[in-house]
């Protein structure tokens, strides 16, 4: 079992930057690919971005792509999304999640799932 909290969501001005983080626990984070996904309001949750268990291989949505970057730290245990240059449309709950290969989280083959940050953009 892998527990996953997520943190530094909140409210930006369009064209600001966040960080969100997200700390694991439980079974041994460096063996899980991890990813970022979210989910606005009406909306189906979606993928935003992935990176494999040792950090050599990541993966963006093409909505991200440029803007979000993706990273970890294993001896932390800690999953990291740097966003910068935020529009109002990525307004969302973004999950942390954590599956077996990069490649398998694009497809939503995750396995654990945190509860969400809220992030807002405004205008």
């Known amino acids: 079992q892998v527990q996953l909290v997520e943190s530094g969501g909140g409210l930006v001005q369009a064209g600001g930057s966040l960080r969100l983080s997200c700390v694991a626990s439980g079974d041994t984070f460096s063996v899980y690919a991890m990813g970022w996904f979210r989910q606005a309001p009406g909306n189906e949750r979606e993928f935003v971005a992935a990176i494999s268990a040792g950090g050599g291989s990541r993966s963006d949505a093409d909505s991200v792509k440029g803007r979000f970057t993706i990273s970890r730290d294993n001896a932390k245990n800690t999953v990291y999304l740097q966003m910068n240059s935020l529009k109002p449309e990525d307004t969302a709950v973004y999950y942390c999640?954590?599956?077996?290969?990069?490649?398998?989280?694009?497809?939503?083959?995750?396995?654990?799932w945190g509860k969400g940050t809220l992030v807002t953009v405004s205008s």
């Open positions: 999640a954590a599956g077996p290969t990069v490649a398998t989280m694009r497809n939503y083959g995750v396995r654990y």
